[in-house]
């Protein structure tokens, strides 16, 4: 059963009678055809879901959830993936949707999926069958609107996925680097739906069912709409008042009341007059005491100013990142040009019984059929695996999870989890006994939420673990240890690892959880992400020092040993992070070699959309703390040549690196760092390296061959040789407009 809450949806998501077409079988598969429509009896689908993705009807995939929950309310619901974006035909083969088409770029930013952190192009794209890049275009939610809006112009299209969730504000966009507009605004779009979608999903789709127009559905929590002014009950405030740029404010206390929020036109600003009262004589009456955050809006600075000013950018986001929480949370107001978006409060959690219902949908668990067996990576990868929650409270300042899923834990229960594994077990082609994961965002995060709920009603911390666990938030993991040893004892069942990355900050505050892992679930290695050795990048991560990893590592090694088993921690780092100097990037280089740990996949820092280390790689400055004109600026690591030396660092031992590293210490002093002694970091050239890097020396010396420089004479090489090995100084005079080269 889910934990008390002070936060109460207004309606449960299967509470909706369902609308006729429920009177039509499940599909075996949503359609993807004229075919499949015939072949189960229907004239034309309520809704179509265009998606950048191949369609695999899993729970881990975006399309699969929604079309099934759309299904359970009703409606008849086809799919049309990865369209042919310069074919409109393509976007009209399953006809006019009789409701909307709901469009999403996929599970991944399009951006994000073709591109790599350098900016370079990807030749792969795990959602697509064979692994083929190229099926979806950039910025995918724009163009697939588009075509709808040609295909149907009076069709409303829906946005979702975390393409719209991310950008659903002005925001940075790290390839074309610029601030630009809502992807509501620039892709004309009729409506936004943020995060997970079933709670709006369901009111909007039963309200367009029941002939409402979508230009009045504007008061749907978890959307964002076009208007042009306030909703009418609303009072505004502007975002300066909560939080000034330039002033240093007291922090208000996360659990009482917040700053002022109420404008002087609002009716709970003025004092009431009594009937029988003299007129004139205000008597203060005493109604229920509004919450500071009810009925309220923040104005944000407007598109025009965060793209022109970089530190309102940093203040926008940090006021953002602050309404988050469905318990306190007040909705949003940008402009954009004559317009504004209108951002609601986000959506209510799931409870866990909510939650057993979504999973509980009739998924195939399958790719459709259409792709005839061809390979899909990303389903390979999740084939075997149970997600058993949503959401993760850690907050890390460079992650999308918290924004885009919120921080309030959404569990599913035990029996739900372990029907799945079982489902599993029973009707997955090629099942061989092993679970290959049992998680989430995070691994460790089951069942834990705050244990007060009047402050998980009212909090507005980004993260309830850093700089150290929330005294309310709760950190027993006996939730999560019951939830294993069960699944491990089904009949079938060989092994249940666990693939999500492990939050070693709590599980050291439950030793526990480490012993039971260490000892049952770990295939030889565990990922665990500390991200970096160094103070300054993990204060702007938000991530926690390596005390905590050095007290998970201690307890993880003993559990091992205990166990009989020989097992490793494989650590995740990120490079080139703000607030990341050379010097911290060596010093993480110089624990890697000391730990004997030689990294194959490392990361560089990505800006991804609305991450509050994208603000600090944008503007400089730091949204985790008060945005002032004069605060300090954060260290950003921009370039390509610094970002490759910082990624170069993560991979010390690779010899293709040693050239730039030597480069950089002998910059910086560190030259002592050079040499083949136990503390160096990299060998010294050898000989055959210093010849190659004389003779390209020797090629950058002589001038380039241009109408201005003339032709270079072999006596002149000869001595530009000479010069290069030290032999000699060239004296000659400096000869103009003879046609002869010369050096002064």
Not at 24 to 47: H, K, N, V, Y
Request: proline share 7%; charged share 25%; glycine share 6%.
């Amino acid at each position: 059963m889910s934990k008390i809450s002070l936060i109460q949806p207004e309606r449960e998501i299967f509470s909706y009678p369902p609308y006729w077409a429920s009177c039509f079988d499940t599909a075996p598969f949503l359609p993807m055809s004229r075919q499949e429509l015939d072949q189960l009896g229907w004239d034309s689908c309520d809704i179509i879901i265009i998606t950048g993705d191949a369609y695999v009807d899993h729970p881990s995939f975006g399309m699969a959830i929604v079309g099934r929950f759309l299904e359970a309310q009703g409606f008849r619901v086809g799919i049309i993936a990865q369209p042919d974006w310069t074919n409109l035909d393509d976007f009209m083969k399953l006809g006019r949707p009789n409701l909307f088409f709901g469009v999403t770029a996929g599970n991944m930013d399009s951006m994000i999926n073709h591109y790599t952190a350098d900016r370079k192009l990807r030749h792969d794209d795990a959602y697509t069958p064979g692994n083929k890049s190229g099926k979806r275009p950039d910025r995918a939610t724009l163009v697939y609107t588009q075509r709808c809006k040609q295909a149907y112009k009076d069709v409303p299209v829906v946005l979702g996925g975390i393409e719209a969730s991310l950008r659903r504000v002005a925001h940075y966009d790290y390839w074309s680097d610029t601030v630009r507009r809502s992807v509501l605004v620039d892709s004309k779009a009729d409506l936004l739906i943020y995060g997970n979608g079933e709670r709006p999903l369901a009111e909007i789709a039963h309200r367009l069912a029941h002939g409402e127009s979508i230009s009045t559905i504007n008061d749907v929590r978890n959307t964002v709409v076009i208007c042009k002014q306030a909703l009418p009950g609303w009072s505004g405030v502007d975002s300066t008042r909560l939080d000034k740029p330039g002033k240093i404010d007291p922090i208000p206390h996360p659990y009482g009341d917040d700053l002022p929020c109420v404008d002087e036109n609002s009716p709970f600003a003025k004092p009431a007059l009594s009937k029988g009262g003299k007129e004139g004589t205000p008597i203060i009456v005493q109604p229920a005491k509004p919450k500071p955050w009810e009925k309220v809006y923040v104005l944000l600075p407007s598109f025009e100013k965060v793209k022109s000013d970089k530190i309102m950018y940093a203040h926008a986001s940090r006021i953002l990142h602050h309404e988050t929480n469905p318990g306190c949370a007040r909705a949003l107001m940008q402009k954009h040009g004559e317009r504004y978006i209108w951002v609601n409060p986000p959506a209510i959690p799931l409870s866990t019984e909510e939650m057993d219902s979504v999973f509980a949908l009739p998924y195939q668990r399958l790719p459709h059929p259409s792709y005839n067996g061809e390979r899909i990576a990303a389903y390979e990868m999740i084939r075997f695996s149970v997600n058993i929650m949503r959401g993760c409270f850690g907050g890390c300042a460079f992650c999308s999870i918290t924004e885009h899923e919120g921080r309030i834990i959404q569990s599913r229960s035990e029996d739900s989890i372990i029907r799945e594994v079982e489902a599993i077990r029973d009707n997955v082609p090629g099942f061989t006994g092993i679970i290959s994961d049992l998680g989430g965002p995070t691994a460790n995060m089951y069942m834990l939420r705050c244990r007060s709920p009047k402050a998980e009603q009212s909090c507005r911390r980004s993260s309830c673990v850093y700089p150290e666990i929330c005294k309310h938030m709760e950190t027993n993991h006996e939730p999560t240890i019951k939830l294993y040893r069960r699944a491990r004892e089904l009949k079938g069942i060989k092994k249940i690892l666990i693939a999500s990355g492990v939050r070693y900050d709590l599980a050291a505050a439950d030793p526990r959880y480490i012993k039971e892992l260490a000892m049952h679930h770990v295939g030889g290695y565990l990922k665990i992400a500390p991200e970096h050795t160094e103070k300054g990048p993990l204060s702007k991560m938000m991530k926690p020092g390596m005390a905590s990893y050095y007290r998970f590592k201690e307890l993880f090694d003993t559990y091992s040993k205990q166990a009989g088993k020989e097992q490793y921690l494989i650590p995740y780092f990120i490079s080139a992070h703000p607030g990341t100097r050379d010097e911290d990037m060596i010093n993480l280089a110089l624990w890697l070699k000391r730990n004997r740990f030689r990294l194959d996949q490392v990361q560089n820092f990505y800006p991804s959309p609305l991450a509050s280390s994208t603000t600090m790689y944008y503007s400089g400055k730091n949204p985790l703390a008060k945005v002032d004109y004069k605060s300090e600026d954060v260290v950003v690591v921009r370039g390509e040549r610094q970002r490759r030396l910082h990624k170069a660092l993560l991979r010390y031992h690779d010899p293709h690196n040693w050239p730039l590293i030597r480069a950089a210490l002998n910059e910086l002093g560190l030259t002592h760092l050079i040499g083949n002694r136990k503390e160096c970091l990299v060998p010294a050239a050898s000989l055959a390296e210093q010849r190659k890097l004389r003779k390209t020396y020797n090629c950058h010396l002589q001038p380039a061959l241009t109408k201005y420089t003339g032709h270079v004479t072999l006596r002149n090489q000869k001595r530009q040789a000479n010069h290069a090995k030290g032999q000699g100084k060239l004296k000659s005079k400096s000869i103009s407009g003879t046609g002869k080269c010369s050096t002064k």
